[in-house]
Protein backbone atom coordinates (compact mmCIF):
# COMPACT_ATOMS: atom_id res chain seq x y z
CA UNK A 1 0.00 0.00 0.00
CA UNK A 2 1.21 3.65 -1.01
CA UNK A 3 -0.04 6.45 0.86
CA UNK A 4 0.48 9.67 0.10
CA UNK A 5 -0.09 13.04 1.89
CA UNK A 6 -0.15 16.03 0.32
CA UNK A 7 -1.81 19.87 0.57
CA UNK A 8 -2.94 21.18 -2.08
CA UNK A 9 -2.47 24.92 -1.29
CA UNK A 10 -6.33 25.86 -1.45
CA UNK A 11 -8.05 23.89 -3.97
CA UNK A 12 -11.32 25.36 -4.17
CA UNK A 13 -14.16 24.92 -7.06
CA UNK A 14 -15.71 28.09 -8.42
CA UNK A 15 -18.49 28.34 -10.51
CA UNK A 16 -18.67 24.96 -10.72
CA UNK A 17 -16.01 24.50 -13.63
CA UNK A 18 -12.76 27.07 -12.09
CA UNK A 19 -10.66 26.15 -9.64
CA UNK A 20 -8.22 28.30 -7.73
CA UNK A 21 -5.23 28.18 -8.08
CA UNK A 22 -1.84 27.29 -5.50
CA UNK A 23 -2.08 30.72 -4.06
CA UNK A 24 -3.02 32.39 -0.72
CA UNK A 25 -5.30 35.59 -1.08
CA UNK A 26 -3.55 37.14 1.98
CA UNK A 27 -0.25 37.18 0.38
CA UNK A 28 -2.00 40.01 -2.38
CA UNK A 29 -2.15 36.93 -5.52
CA UNK A 30 -5.10 37.57 -7.33
CA UNK A 31 -6.81 35.03 -9.65
CA UNK A 32 -5.28 34.71 -12.95
CA UNK A 33 -7.42 31.81 -14.25
CA UNK A 34 -4.55 30.54 -17.06
CA UNK A 35 -2.36 30.35 -14.47
CA UNK A 36 -4.74 28.93 -11.92
CA UNK A 37 -5.75 26.23 -14.49
CA UNK A 38 -1.85 25.39 -15.09
CA UNK A 39 -1.05 25.02 -11.18
CA UNK A 40 -3.85 22.23 -10.75
CA UNK A 41 -2.66 20.08 -13.90
CA UNK A 42 1.18 20.26 -12.15
CA UNK A 43 -0.89 19.27 -8.81
CA UNK A 44 -2.41 16.30 -10.74
CA UNK A 45 1.06 15.25 -12.57
CA UNK A 46 2.73 15.39 -8.87
CA UNK A 47 -0.09 13.08 -7.97
CA UNK A 48 0.56 10.48 -10.66
CA UNK A 49 4.19 10.90 -10.44
CA UNK A 50 3.32 9.48 -6.72
CA UNK A 51 1.27 6.27 -8.14
CA UNK A 52 -0.35 5.82 -4.72
CA UNK A 53 -3.32 3.73 -3.66
CA UNK A 54 -4.61 6.20 -0.71
CA UNK A 55 -3.95 10.14 -0.68
CA UNK A 56 -4.85 11.83 2.38
CA UNK A 57 -5.30 15.63 1.30
CA UNK A 58 -5.27 18.67 2.84
CA UNK A 59 -6.71 22.24 1.98
CA UNK A 60 -9.57 20.50 -0.17
CA UNK A 61 -12.60 23.04 -0.20
CA UNK A 62 -15.81 20.63 -0.48
CA UNK A 63 -16.73 16.98 -2.14
CA UNK A 64 -17.50 18.94 -5.60
CA UNK A 65 -14.30 20.39 -5.39
CA UNK A 66 -12.73 16.86 -4.96
CA UNK A 67 -14.52 15.33 -7.77
CA UNK A 68 -14.18 18.02 -10.03
CA UNK A 69 -10.33 18.06 -9.69
CA UNK A 70 -10.05 14.22 -10.23
CA UNK A 71 -12.60 13.95 -13.06
CA UNK A 72 -11.29 17.04 -15.01
CA UNK A 73 -7.45 16.88 -13.72
CA UNK A 74 -5.97 13.34 -12.18
CA UNK A 75 -8.07 11.44 -15.28
CA UNK A 76 -6.95 13.72 -17.95
CA UNK A 77 -3.31 13.47 -16.62
CA UNK A 78 -3.32 9.56 -17.13
CA UNK A 79 -3.79 9.56 -14.01
CA UNK A 80 -5.85 5.65 -12.84
CA UNK A 81 -9.00 6.47 -11.25
CA UNK A 82 -9.97 6.79 -6.90
CA UNK A 83 -12.99 5.27 -6.83
CA UNK A 84 -13.43 6.20 -2.91
CA UNK A 85 -13.62 10.03 -2.09
CA UNK A 86 -14.78 11.35 1.10
CA UNK A 87 -14.44 15.32 2.02
CA UNK A 88 -16.76 16.74 4.95
CA UNK A 89 -17.08 19.78 6.39
CA UNK A 90 -15.05 20.72 9.21
CA UNK A 91 -13.92 24.06 11.34
CA UNK A 92 -11.80 25.43 8.92
CA UNK A 93 -13.36 29.18 8.53
CA UNK A 94 -12.32 28.80 4.83
CA UNK A 95 -13.99 25.87 3.87
CA UNK A 96 -10.61 24.11 3.66
CA UNK A 97 -10.74 20.62 4.51
CA UNK A 98 -9.46 17.66 4.68
CA UNK A 99 -10.50 15.07 1.91
CA UNK A 100 -9.18 11.12 0.78
CA UNK A 101 -9.00 9.40 -2.73
CA UNK A 102 -8.19 5.80 -2.80
CA UNK A 103 -8.20 2.79 -4.54
CA UNK A 104 -8.93 0.71 -1.83
CA UNK A 105 -12.26 0.26 -0.30
CA UNK A 106 -12.27 1.78 3.12
CA UNK A 107 -13.80 -0.05 5.80
CA UNK A 108 -14.92 2.97 7.73
CA UNK A 109 -14.64 6.42 7.61
CA UNK A 110 -15.20 8.46 10.68
CA UNK A 111 -15.32 12.25 10.92
CA UNK A 112 -14.40 14.00 14.43
CA UNK A 113 -15.30 17.65 13.51
CA UNK A 114 -17.64 18.25 15.87
CA UNK A 115 -15.10 16.64 19.15
CA UNK A 116 -15.13 18.52 21.93
CA UNK A 117 -12.34 18.30 24.90
CA UNK A 118 -14.44 16.75 27.17
CA UNK A 119 -15.97 14.48 24.73
CA UNK A 120 -12.49 13.11 25.05
CA UNK A 121 -11.77 13.27 28.78
CA UNK A 122 -9.49 16.95 27.97
CA UNK A 123 -8.90 20.12 29.51
CA UNK A 124 -10.29 22.81 26.63
CA UNK A 125 -12.90 25.77 25.75
CA UNK A 126 -16.13 23.64 26.23
CA UNK A 127 -17.73 25.52 23.23
CA UNK A 128 -14.91 25.39 20.81
CA UNK A 129 -14.33 22.41 18.71
CA UNK A 130 -11.01 20.49 19.27
CA UNK A 131 -9.95 20.07 15.35
CA UNK A 132 -8.98 22.87 13.39
CA UNK A 133 -10.19 21.36 10.68
CA UNK A 134 -10.75 17.65 11.45
CA UNK A 135 -9.47 14.28 12.28
CA UNK A 136 -10.42 12.06 9.61
CA UNK A 137 -10.55 8.19 10.84
CA UNK A 138 -9.73 5.80 7.95
CA UNK A 139 -9.90 1.91 8.43
CA UNK A 140 -8.84 -0.77 5.95
CA UNK A 141 -8.25 -4.23 6.21
CA UNK A 142 -4.79 -4.39 8.26
CA UNK A 143 -4.05 -0.41 8.99
CA UNK A 144 -5.68 2.65 10.50
CA UNK A 145 -4.94 6.26 9.13
CA UNK A 146 -5.70 9.45 11.27
CA UNK A 147 -5.42 12.17 8.79
CA UNK A 148 -4.73 15.56 10.23
CA UNK A 149 -3.94 19.35 9.60
CA UNK A 150 -3.28 20.96 12.18
CA UNK A 151 -3.87 24.83 13.50
CA UNK A 152 -1.07 26.89 11.53
CA UNK A 153 1.77 28.75 13.35
CA UNK A 154 0.12 32.52 13.26
CA UNK A 155 -0.94 34.79 13.98
CA UNK A 156 -0.10 34.51 17.36
CA UNK A 157 2.28 31.48 17.75
CA UNK A 158 1.92 30.70 21.62
CA UNK A 159 -2.27 30.47 20.98
CA UNK A 160 -1.61 28.11 17.75
CA UNK A 161 0.73 25.72 19.71
CA UNK A 162 -1.75 25.93 22.89
CA UNK A 163 -4.23 24.83 19.63
CA UNK A 164 -1.87 22.40 18.39
CA UNK A 165 -0.93 20.73 21.67
CA UNK A 166 -4.62 20.23 22.22
CA UNK A 167 -5.08 18.45 18.68
CA UNK A 168 -2.41 16.47 19.43
CA UNK A 169 -3.56 15.15 22.56
CA UNK A 170 -7.00 14.67 21.16
CA UNK A 171 -5.54 12.47 17.98
CA UNK A 172 -3.38 10.06 20.80
CA UNK A 173 -6.79 9.57 22.80
CA UNK A 174 -8.79 8.53 19.83
CA UNK A 175 -6.03 6.00 19.00
CA UNK A 176 -5.74 5.01 22.59
CA UNK A 177 -9.53 4.89 22.37
CA UNK A 178 -9.47 2.49 19.06
CA UNK A 179 -6.96 0.10 20.45
CA UNK A 180 -6.47 -1.63 23.34
CA UNK A 181 -2.57 -1.84 23.11
CA UNK A 182 -1.89 1.13 20.00
CA UNK A 183 1.84 0.06 20.89
CA UNK A 184 0.71 -3.73 19.31
CA UNK A 185 -1.58 -1.97 16.93
CA UNK A 186 -0.77 -1.00 12.83
CA UNK A 187 -1.90 2.59 12.26
CA UNK A 188 -0.11 5.80 10.93
CA UNK A 189 -1.19 9.62 11.44
CA UNK A 190 -0.27 11.52 8.45
CA UNK A 191 -0.89 15.18 7.76
CA UNK A 192 0.23 18.76 7.89
CA UNK A 193 0.74 18.97 12.12
CA UNK A 194 2.36 22.54 10.92
CA UNK A 195 5.16 22.29 13.29
CA UNK A 196 7.25 26.02 12.88
CA UNK A 197 10.14 26.19 11.25
CA UNK A 198 13.12 25.70 13.67
CA UNK A 199 13.12 22.42 15.55
CA UNK A 200 11.59 22.73 18.93
CA UNK A 201 12.82 21.11 22.50
CA UNK A 202 9.01 20.72 23.30
CA UNK A 203 7.15 20.52 19.96
CA UNK A 204 3.03 20.95 20.05
CA UNK A 205 2.76 17.69 18.25
CA UNK A 206 5.11 15.80 21.35
CA UNK A 207 2.01 13.79 22.53
CA UNK A 208 2.09 11.72 19.48
CA UNK A 209 5.94 11.53 19.08
CA UNK A 210 8.62 8.59 20.54
CA UNK A 211 7.44 6.76 22.45
CA UNK A 212 4.42 6.55 21.31
CA UNK A 213 5.11 6.49 17.82
CA UNK A 214 7.42 6.37 15.57
CA UNK A 215 8.61 9.47 12.77
CA UNK A 216 8.73 7.88 9.32
CA UNK A 217 10.21 11.01 8.08
CA UNK A 218 13.53 10.61 10.45
CA UNK A 219 14.62 7.57 7.94
CA UNK A 220 15.55 10.38 6.04
CA UNK A 221 18.86 12.24 5.48
CA UNK A 222 18.19 15.49 7.83
CA UNK A 223 19.73 17.93 5.11
CA UNK A 224 16.76 16.37 2.87
CA UNK A 225 13.99 16.66 5.45
CA UNK A 226 11.28 19.14 4.14
CA UNK A 227 8.58 19.68 2.15
CA UNK A 228 7.61 22.95 2.23
CA UNK A 229 8.88 26.34 1.55
CA UNK A 230 7.59 30.03 1.82
CA UNK A 231 8.92 31.83 -0.74
CA UNK A 232 7.55 35.43 1.15
CA UNK A 233 10.00 34.29 3.84
CA UNK A 234 12.48 32.75 2.35
CA UNK A 235 11.92 29.54 5.01
CA UNK A 236 11.74 25.73 4.36
CA UNK A 237 10.35 23.36 7.04
CA UNK A 238 8.87 19.92 7.41
CA UNK A 239 5.51 20.15 8.64
CA UNK A 240 4.32 17.16 6.64
CA UNK A 241 4.16 14.02 8.83
CA UNK A 242 3.68 10.08 9.12
CA UNK A 243 3.92 8.80 12.95
CA UNK A 244 3.58 4.70 12.56
CA UNK A 245 2.72 2.85 15.28
CA UNK A 246 5.65 0.67 16.62
CA UNK A 247 4.53 -2.03 15.70
CA UNK A 248 3.94 -0.85 11.91
CA UNK A 249 7.34 0.83 11.85
CA UNK A 250 8.84 -2.55 12.91
CA UNK A 251 7.07 -4.87 10.17
CA UNK A 252 8.32 -1.81 7.73
CA UNK A 253 11.66 -1.15 8.50
CA UNK A 254 12.26 -0.18 4.96
CA UNK A 255 9.68 2.02 4.65
CA UNK A 256 11.36 5.49 3.76
CA UNK A 257 8.80 7.96 2.85
CA UNK A 258 9.91 9.95 -0.71
CA UNK A 259 9.22 13.45 -1.32
CA UNK A 260 8.67 15.07 -4.31
CA UNK A 261 9.06 18.46 -5.39
CA UNK A 262 9.31 18.24 -8.87
CA UNK A 263 5.96 20.62 -8.27
CA UNK A 264 7.41 23.20 -6.04
CA UNK A 265 8.78 26.83 -7.80
CA UNK A 266 11.62 27.25 -8.65
CA UNK A 267 12.92 29.27 -6.14
CA UNK A 268 12.81 27.09 -3.74
CA UNK A 269 16.77 26.49 -4.73
CA UNK A 270 17.24 23.95 -1.94
CA UNK A 271 15.63 21.53 -4.39
CA UNK A 272 18.46 20.44 -6.55
CA UNK A 273 16.52 17.92 -7.98
CA UNK A 274 13.86 17.87 -11.44
CA UNK A 275 10.95 20.60 -11.96
CA UNK A 276 8.26 19.98 -13.97
CA UNK A 277 8.74 21.53 -17.15
CA UNK A 278 5.74 24.50 -16.77
CA UNK A 279 7.07 25.13 -12.97
CA UNK A 280 8.01 29.03 -12.92
CA UNK A 281 10.37 31.00 -10.57
CA UNK A 282 6.93 31.09 -8.46
CA UNK A 283 4.12 30.30 -10.68
CA UNK A 284 2.81 27.83 -11.93
CA UNK A 285 3.43 25.42 -9.32
CA UNK A 286 2.11 22.71 -7.82
CA UNK A 287 1.56 23.91 -4.09
CA UNK A 288 3.79 25.38 -1.78
CA UNK A 289 4.49 22.01 0.00
CA UNK A 290 6.07 18.85 -1.86
CA UNK A 291 4.23 15.86 -1.46
CA UNK A 292 5.32 12.70 0.46
CA UNK A 293 4.64 9.05 -0.06
CA UNK A 294 5.43 6.04 1.89
CA UNK A 295 5.13 2.37 0.63
CA UNK A 296 4.07 -0.57 3.25
CA UNK A 297 4.88 -3.05 0.54
CA UNK A 298 2.63 -6.40 1.02
CA UNK A 299 0.06 -4.30 2.89
Request: aromatic letters at 8%; one cysteine or more.
Amino acid sequence: MRITSFNLQNLRLRGGSNLDGARDSDTGETADPALDRMDRELTAQVIGNMKSDVLALQEVFDRATLDHFHDNFLLPAGVRAYPWRHCSHGNDGRGLDIALLSRIAPLEVAGHAGLRAADIGLRGDPEKPVFRRDCLRVEFAGVTLFLCHFKAPYPDPASAWAARRLEARAVRRLVERRFTDPASATWLIAGDLNEPWKPDANPASAPLLAPFSVDLMARIKEQNRWSYYDRWADRYAMPDAFLASPALARAFPRAIPEIHREGLERAARRHSGIHLPSVGSHRPHASDHAGVVVEFAGL
